[in-house]
């Protein structure tokens, strides 16, 4: 019962984007206020941004942060978010049930972004539920145009001298679902995204574009959206968007650990569908992926709770805490991004801060790191490079959902100095598994580190009460000799192993 696999320099699968470690933030529960953006708290800086959740943000290593949302982004009027704050208007957000306050704006996110540091990047939405192509052109006018003109000047005015240089957009968000305000056909969609982002080429032809994609495999409309989309965009466009989120329904928790095989099949069949309508339009142009939203969500115990709510602001909404076993589901669905890294160039977490997120904070007090923190921030410090193509030899389970899988989900990563980490998954609840890799022509000799996060209860994790009760630990015992590498997993665990 060995699970094996070979690493070989020369069977690669392709260049990490940077990108591929995104993360979102939306104007939903306390992600902005109370999470980011608190400024009577005692971390706050001049600009109301907690420096405590700043800090915890640049050790979670996250690159592009997409904004403002999200189902939110379908109602969002981008000029009610900049100027004056005591100007700024209170209105409905229809997708939270909230009040939006505009407290916290456009320039604010451009700030926090600047703090995080270099390799933080915007990604902004645009609303193409309730708004169209004028107001995508004048937001990207006023956030990125030098000056000289009403609505880059206005910027300027409002105290942002430098253009925002906002690289990637999105071309409104789940346009493909039933509960999006504005929702549309593939057909309406197809025809308002290539028109707004043949506008913001005319703008920029520089910009990088996303179209929605579908909001899940399992959405009815599913494929034959992505292909009635990419006909009308395909020259238009650079990426297509991808959203998953997964959860243990009727307690079946072996079907939940092999959530990273829906994720696998997800994007090769968007790979499948971009590339079948570029072959159908003789193009030689490839569309990439952007899985700008995925995660672990509780989200069967969280709809009722949106539809109760009578307008507060900032409600504790979707603050799902993570055990153990989401944070092992979590690494299996980071190691899935990775091992289609050839294709996923973009990928956000969604989302950052209290909302169905790594870092949790509470009003006035202190922030603290999930279990889901620990494979995010590992995968983002040691996942650079380039992937190499694991083909696993693995015992396997029987599961309800996905038939037999795999008890190990593994994926390497070799970085320019030639180390190589192993990312891997145990998904047995009971039994240890045993790892016999092979190293062909790579120029390895040592462990540099072993590093588990597993416990004896798949129940443990972080509060607020008990904020460091599961960390990763240090694994005994793991070898390199003679060009193998041999190691044990845990039950249940998420595991980084560095070879230098
Ligand atoms: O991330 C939470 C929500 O999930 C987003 O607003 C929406 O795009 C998706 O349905």
Redesign the pocket.
């Known amino acids: 019962r060995t699970a094996r696999f070979t690493l070989d320099p020369a069977f690669t699968v392709g260049e990490v984007n940077p990108r591929l470690f995104g993360s979102?933030v939306?104007h939903?529960g306390r992600c902005v206020y109370t999470g980011i953006f608190e400024p009577d708290h005692p971390t706050a800086d001049p600009e109301g941004l907690r420096t405590d959740v700043l800090d915890l943000v640049r050790e979670l290593g996250v690159t592009a942060i997409r904004y403002p949302?999200?189902?939110?982004v379908s109602g969002y009027k981008w000029e009610d978010s900049v100027g004056p704050v005591e100007d700024r208007p209170r209105r409905l957000d229809l997708?939270w049930r909230s009040t939006e306050t505009n407290r916290f704006g456009l320039s604010e996110y451009i700030a926090f972004l600047k703090k995080i540091g270099p390799q933080a990047e915007p990604m902004m939405a645009v609303n193409l539920g309730t708004r169209g192509v004028a107001e995508a052109l004048e937001l990207q006018e006023y956030s990125n145009h030098p000056s000289g003109t009403a609505l880059s000047d206005l910027r300027v005015e409002h105290g942002d001298k430098d253009p925002f240089d906002i690289r990637v957009w999105c071309l409104g968000?789940?346009m493909d679902?039933p509960?999006q305000t504005g929702h549309k056909t593939a057909e309406e969609y197809g025809r308002i995204a290539a028109e707004t982002a043949r506008a913001m080429r005319q703008i920029d032809p520089g910009v990088e574009l996303v179209a929605c994609g579908s909001?899940g495999q399992s959405m009815e409309t599913f494929a034959e959206w992505e292909a009635t989309v990419l006909k009308e965009t395909y020259d238009l466009v650079d990426y297509i968007s991808l959203?998953a989120?997964y959860e243990p329904l009727d307690g079946d928790v072996d079907s939940f650990l092999a959530s990273a095989v829906d994720m696998e099949s997800f994007i090769e069949n968007v790979v499948a569908t971009c590339d079948h309508v570029g072959a159908r339009l003789k193009s030689k142009k490839k569309i990439n992926l952007s899985f700008d939203?995925w995660?672990v969500?509780y989200l069967s115990r969280t709809e009722a709770q949106v539809s109760a709510l009578d307008w507060p602001e900032a409600p504790r909404l979707?603050e799902d805490n993570y055990n153990v076993t989401d944070a092992v589901v979590f690494g299996s669905l980071l190691i899935a991004l990775l091992r289609h890294a050839d294709r996923v160039t973009v990928a956000c977490l969604?989302?950052l801060v209290n909302?169905?997120a790594p870092i949790m904070t509470e009003p006035g007090g202190p922030a603290w790191r999930q279990t889901t923190f620990f494979p995010f921030a590992q995968a983002s410090k040691y996942g650079r490079g380039e992937v190499l193509d694991v083909r696993v030899d693995s015992p396997t389970y029987e599961t309800k959902k996905y038939g037999e899988a795999d008890l190990l989900h593994a994926t390497a990563v070799r970085a320019e100095d030639g180390t190589v980490t192993v990312f891997a998954v145990n998904r047995s609840r009971t039994e240890s598994l045993p790892l016999d890799v092979v190293l062909n022509g790579l120029d390895l000799t040592s462990v540099v580190e072993h590093s588990a996060l597993a416990d004896a209860d798949p129940d443990a994790r972080n509060t607020l009460a008990e904020p460091e009760r599961v960390v990763p630990h240090t694994v005994d015992g793991t070898a390199l000799d003679g060009g193998r590498l041999s190691a044990v997993l845990e039950p249940l665990s998420w595991n980084v192993i560095r070879l230098a």
């Open positions: 979102f939306e939903l949302g999200g189902n939110f997708a968000n789940e679902g509960w909001s959203h989120y939203e995660n969500w979707l969604a989302q909302v169905i």
